[in-house]
């Protein structure tokens, strides 16, 4: 135990309670954990006081590093292998088919800010649905190549619709970016159908979410607030089970899940066949 101020070993036991019981989760993400616990207040210098005692933390041991992300300072590492076996085992581990091809609804994942991607992956995994992070506005070079997708996929017989589930800030912009993509994609003639699935009015209620105020230098803060009133919510703020659960819930009332599992039976047979092509290679290696 150190000669810290009460309060801010208080954040740091708070924040060790929030990674132990889901973890990695980036600074951000943590901070609003905290303010939504009533912890600190939503405010800068509150935002630096937990950036500096998980500093501290880390340092001293207290919390493991692996507990917190910096999704925006990751390595470009090149993909290696020891030898033919290694990047057979590789090849095997990454093998899946495409549960596309017996679904008739396609399914896309949007989510505004690339600190929580981490979490949307995990869930995303295990159903094949293709995430896209925009950081914001998406470019017309992302917009151009989601058009392209979709295209394909409203060209197979066996698909009929396209959907994609954003989640994003409840902000003046969080909420324009939903009209935008619409817009945009129509310019590009692809109109998939696309719902907010969160952050809304409703989410900010039901679990008390802190609220700062819309930024004045928004143009679209006047508009903004003549609706809903001068509330912003940051996506980050929504604990993260609801986040992963309304994530889930929304891809399963989607997706065909009994296809679905059909195709992952498939692909669990296939894997026994590629299992043992590795074993003959590796039975060539010893000779």
Same mark, same amino acid.
């Given at each position: 135990?150190?000669?810290?101020?009460?309060?801010?070993?208080?954040?740091?036991?708070? /924040?060790?309670?929030? +990674?132990?019981?889901?973890?990695?989760?980036?600074?951000?993400?943590?901070?609003?954990?905290?303010?939504?616990?009533?912890?600190?207040?939503?405010?800068?210098?509150?935002?630096?006081?937990?950036?500096?005692?998980?500093?501290?933390?880390?340092?001293?041991?207290?919390?493991?590093? #692996?507990?917190?992300?910096?999704?925006? #300072? #990751?390595? #470009?590492?090149?993909?290696?292998?020891?030898?033919?076996?290694?990047?057979?085992? /590789?090849?095997?581990?990454?093998?899946?088919?495409?549960?596309?091809?017996?679904?008739?609804?396609? %399914?896309?994942?949007?989510?505004?800010? !690339?600190?929580?991607?981490?979490?949307?992956?995990?869930? =995303?995994?295990?159903?094949?649905?293709?995430?896209?992070?925009?950081?914001?506005?998406?470019?017309?070079?992302?917009?151009?190549?989601?058009?392209?997708?979709?295209?394909?996929?409203?060209?197979?017989?066996?698909?009929? /619709?396209?959907?994609? =589930?954003?989640?994003?800030?409840?902000?003046?912009?969080?909420?324009?970016?939903?009209?935008?993509?619409?817009?945009? +994609?129509?310019?590009?003639?692809?109109?998939?159908?696309?719902?907010?699935? /969160?952050?809304?009015?409703?989410?900010?209620?039901?679990?008390?979410?802190?609220?700062?105020?819309?930024?004045?230098?928004?143009?679209?803060?006047?508009?903004?607030?003549?609706?809903?009133? !001068?509330?912003?919510?940051?996506? !980050?703020? %929504?604990?993260?089970?609801?986040?992963?659960?309304?994530?889930? !819930?929304?891809?399963?009332?989607?997706?065909?899940?009994?296809? =679905?599992?059909?195709?992952?039976?498939?692909?669990?047979?296939?894997?026994?066949? %590629?299992?043992?092509?590795?074993?003959?290679?590796?039975?060539?290696?010893?000779?």
């Amino acid at each position: 135990m150190t000669g810290r101020q009460e309060k801010t070993q208080n954040i740091i036991d708070q /924040a060790h309670d929030i +990674l132990a019981a889901f973890h990695p989760m980036t600074l951000r993400q943590v901070y609003y954990q905290l303010v939504s616990r009533q912890v600190i207040k939503n405010s800068v210098s509150s935002y630096h006081a937990v950036s500096k005692a998980l500093i501290d933390a880390r340092l001293e041991g207290i919390i493991p590093w #692996r507990w917190i992300e910096d999704r925006l #300072r #990751r390595p #470009r590492s090149v993909p290696m292998w020891d030898d033919l076996v290694d990047f057979a085992e /590789a090849a095997l581990n990454s093998y899946r088919r495409d549960v596309w091809a017996t679904q008739t609804h396609y %399914l896309e994942v949007w989510l505004e800010k !690339d600190a929580l991607s981490g979490i949307f992956e995990d869930v =995303l995994e295990e159903y094949g649905v293709t995430l896209n992070v925009g950081r914001g506005y998406d470019g017309w070079s992302s917009l151009y190549n989601a058009a392209e997708r979709f295209q394909e996929c409203s060209e197979r017989p066996v698909r009929y /619709a396209v959907t994609v =589930l954003y989640f994003g800030d409840f902000d003046p912009s969080g909420e324009d970016m939903v009209r935008s993509l619409r817009d945009r +994609l129509a310019i590009l003639r692809s109109e998939p159908e696309i719902i907010k699935a /969160a952050l809304t009015v409703d989410d900010i209620v039901q679990y008390s979410l802190p609220s700062d105020f819309t930024k004045t230098t928004d143009t679209r803060s006047q508009a903004h607030i003549a609706k809903h009133g !001068d509330v912003a919510v940051e996506l !980050d703020a %929504l604990p993260v089970d609801i986040l992963r659960t309304r994530l889930t !819930d929304a891809i399963e009332q989607r997706m065909d899940l009994t296809a =679905l599992q059909v195709v992952k039976d498939l692909e669990a047979s296939e894997r026994l066949k %590629l299992i043992e092509a590795l074993q003959y290679i590796q039975g060539e290696e010893e000779v």
